[in-house]
């Protein structure tokens, strides 16, 4: 790999309108763990193939949506280095406030989009981390659809050519693939701190601070067939797939969890390099990017947002 | 990710006795692409997933076997830096003079292990690379095990705590996981440099300058059972598998190409990231972390080398 | 399994608009052999794996649609037996005058549905059979979506309960699955004359003599998969999937082919025994039962036919 | 289909060294579901996709092996014809008198492999069916290796040429593959009753009444690579796989139980039609139609019976 700051998305917070539906459905159907609550009643998750303290923490809310995400850079040095960047690039900087149980110091600002973006060097190992010592694949097999990690999110605001050139610039990521409008603005960017095909993406939209997904990793396109299968047992309500993405050529299905967040479960996908050259899609072959065989966008694809 | 100097093993070069079969092989059972020779009449060869000029190589010789493996720096500044760094850790840096079409200049040396590794920055883009304007998955259906990319390989020789230390202090790898014998001498390491399970292996062993395998990663676990079809098919020499590492997670085949050399077809493994905790195998376990399914060692395993 | 006098779906004659574009779609996208072309300029098709002369066989007509399918019965004195029930059953019985290069005697007779339904006892083997010596699994790796035989119709029409009671008094066949209207009336059977999930079903609608499907069976899920990546490729115009169906439990993609007739391509469902209790469907969950995944009836399901 | 008298082999009985282990296997690995006792001890046992009473038996005993197994066939009336046709091919019959609760009368005889085989028309549906009203695939995704069925056994004994003589002309099966010694004497043949590409097969050996394996039903290849993960995590002793074999083209892991008997659990596998013709293999060839990956006889396949 190359030269990156950002080691991965390592937290999400949402809010969800029905806490205790949305935390059975993290825990049940995708098979998340429960970490824990904080003192203020939150519900964290990690999957069992996670080393780090929680990765997913719910919200009770009058409305779902997105809270924030947190990146985990290299090291203190780092963090201290991107703040300043991050400052420098224009964003004033805080410290959360908020409690998150085996959490180092976290830095916040508001990016142009509406979306508060964290970034941490330090976190405690879990209690419950996969085996370390002549490892079995699994201590115990995967419950639900077996999700593997928090993969990636996707977030939909204004003017994401300027989160884009916030994401390089500060933070060293690099973008595999891009759709500009026929006129030249930014619409659609998938970018990436290391090999996965992205870790962030972002929509142009005209509304701020919205989210289009968070993801979960799968083994591969069987464990989609087996996540769906879990579909239509639990009733969940599909949005697109079992499909593939021509963009990040990633398998793929989208469901929405009790509260109304879109989730997406994705296996796959190619090893991005920063040296590779990058992919581009104009606005009118999009559709088929985004859904392979479907051939065309699904309308509720870019209508439904939380 | 995190902050490492190396983007991929890019080139590999093997020695054939059989170079005609070995072309026909590598060519239409693991359906890699024929670019050319060179002047002195090696193959050059790349998947239908590779941008840059060609990744494997082959040169008919009278032993079968490694001649090198040529790492991709970030830039050439990072060259220069690592061939000092090179020199600095105590190994003669020279300029490689073979012909290698495409690819700028390639510094080598010998390492303890009695392999030659080299480095290099640059390299052309191939005639014939994936799709960049709103790209399908591939131009043409994969041909044969439909090998996405040189993947990784695994050598064989003395000294590996040194080759170690050179990869990790000099190129900035990790290791995800290792296995020391009882009494604290490396004895497998398995190397990284970004987010794929490894890039690189070794294993101890007396003889100098050996390798155990080259591998091409493949999409998934069907994609290995579709791999091993061929293998019946064209009554290929199998070795092991299909399996599952413990080590690493992948899924795996085993089987030698017509000149003797053993090659893998491996699909799947975790993302690998540089803040996560090792794993340890201890050597009576070892042969469990290798076959997951056999758990044992298969004997071939430890000596059929090249 | 138990007594039945029919021993598949052998052969079906489909109308086509274009027929060029209609057999490069069978050769080249299903992956079927051209196995010939009949004097009056008709194109037949076996899959690799069909031992009989032609399975399918394409008309190029002003109209797309269904011509007739033929089921092959254990023996001539079958053959004469069911004739004779045919008749005895009411539907006057002829003898198919159409050139079916191969097949021996066809009896024909329009069921109450409007379709032509033909049974024969003969059929010479086709020239290019999979290996009966020491045999591989496959001659050559199939090409295209690997359509493994012809595997089932769904047709649609009038006075379906009539239908069924035909298929499964006189031909011996049994539903493994049904649904009826809230009254009772018959809205959709599946049928199957041994351990197949279904041979052939029927669907209640007013207009007779049209054809929902005709379904080509693959090897599995990846598969499925597998042709969904060449329906993006091909820019197929597809229908509904991949999913699985909850009814005969199979995994499926429907797509239409450029003449537009739809085509299923379906994987797994159940090993059906007569001796099983039937399974049962209500209309208002019968969509659930097509469509597990998206749990609702996609409209085109039942509106689109040929 | 065509007119055959069995439905399927609907029971085996089995005798286990250590009752306690096998059932926990059973149970817990395979997954199957625990119906109950016997009042003399035996544990018996269905899959969770399975309608009858039970179909496996096992049995504390000193030596572990095959006690007999049991086909349903169509009909009572039937099963008095194929009790007087039995007789009349020269095998004493009797009537069982071991309790196997919720089955009818039971006919048995000693086939001249020195096994017992038994024949009924009647047995009661177990409490624990799939769903019958508007069925999801399962009632609560399967457990552990998630055997569908129980599906086929193969036998070991002397004369095999005989019982394939009583299988055809008795039963109404037909076998669809077979292998001949160079002189023309039946060493191997797979039969079935049905679309099944084998109900029961048999090799000839010296010892009679020997059983190299019993098998159950997995949904595919990628549940075979499910059961192979899981025969790691449980340290189960492995046999042979995952493969596929040329032979019935199905894919498969062969495992021993804690008792010792071996374990088949198979995917796949064509349509058995009785009119295709028959595939023929040689003593020469037979190791890679076994084990088509391999490309040769595993010794242990052949030594190894119970």
Redesign the interface.
């Known amino acids: 790999?190359?030269?990156?700051?950002?080691?991965?998305p390592g937290l999400i917070q949402m809010r969800v309108t029905n806490l205790e539906e949305s935390v059975a459905f993290y825990r049940d159907v995708l098979g998340l763990d429960v970490v824990g609550k904080t003192s203020d009643g939150r519900v964290m998750f990690k999957t069992f193939?996670e080393?780090d303290h929680h990765s997913v923490v719910l919200r009770a809310a009058p409305e779902s949506g997105f809270d924030y995400v947190a990146f985990?850079v290299?090291d203190a040095e780092t963090l201290e280095e991107l703040k300043a960047a991050t400052e420098a690039f224009g964003y004033p900087v805080d410290i959360a406030s908020d409690e998150q149980p085996g959490y180092g110091k976290r830095y916040g600002f508001t990016l142009c989009t509406g979306h508060r973006i964290e970034l941490y060097a330090e976190v405690d190992?879990a209690e419950n981390?996969p085996?370390?010592?002549?490892?079995?694949?699994?201590i115990d097999?995967p419950r639900g659809m077996k999700a593997?990690?928090f993969d990636h999110l996707l977030l939909y605001g204004p003017n994401i050519g300027e989160a884009v050139r916030y994401f390089t610039e500060v933070l060293g990521m690099f973008y595999p693939e891009y759709c500009n409008t026929p006129d030249g603005k930014p619409f659609a960017y998938w970018l990436t701190?290391?090999?996965?095909a992205h870790d962030i993406a972002f929509v142009e939209y005209e509304k701020p601070n919205t989210i289009h997904h968070h993801a979960f990793?799968l083994?591969?396109?069987?464990a989609i067939?087996h996540a769906?299968?879990?579909?239509?047992?639990h009733?969940v309500?599909?949005d697109v797939?079992?499909?593939?993405h021509?963009i990040t050529?990633g398998?793929t299905?989208y469901f929405f969890e009790p509260s109304g967040n879109r989730i997406e479960t994705y296996?796959?996908g190619?090893?991005a390099?920063?040296?590779?050259?990058?992919?581009?899609?104009?606005v009118d072959?999009i559709g088929?990017?985004l859904f392979?065989?479907?051939?065309e966008l699904i309308p509720s694809f870019l209508e439904v947002v939380t």
């Open positions: 790999m190359a030269i990156t700051k950002t080691i991965r193939d080393f985990k290299t190992m981390i085996m370390l010592l002549n490892p079995d694949p699994w097999p593997q990690r701190g290391g090999n996965k990793y083994e591969d396109w069987n067939g769906a299968d879990l579909i239509g047992k009733r309500k599909r797939g079992p499909t593939r021509a050529r398998q299905i296996a796959g190619y090893a390099y920063p040296d590779n050259p990058k992919r581009q899609w104009t072959e088929r990017g392979y065989y479907e051939g």
